[in-house]
């Protein structure tokens, strides 16, 4: 099956995700995929913050400096 270059740009715009993940793999040989549980240190009223987004939202603190950052 010959692929055109208009199906090839489709398939690694649609799969870019993919495709950037195999590549920070093929450089560090490490699976940027799952969780890692990692130390910091927040201001108390950051901490305060997160709580408060929290309980409103009913997320836990991750997933919400998660989301935060995927909007950077």
């Known amino acids: 099956m010959q692929l055109n ?3 090839v740009n489709y398939i690694l715009h ?6 950037d993940t195999l590549e920070q793999y093929d ?17 108390r009223k950051t901490i ?5 987004i929290k309980e409103k ?7 919400i400096i998660e989301k935060a950052l995927e909007k950077l």
């Open 14 to 19: 649609k799969y870019k995700e993919m495709f």
């Open 48 to 52: 305060l913050k997160l709580r408060r």
């Open 27 to 43: 450089k560090t040989r490490e699976w940027p995929i799952g969780k890692e549980r990692i130390d910091i240190t927040l201001s």
């Open 57 to 63: 939202t009913g997320k836990n603190i991750s997933n």
């Open 5 to 7: 270059e208009e199906k």
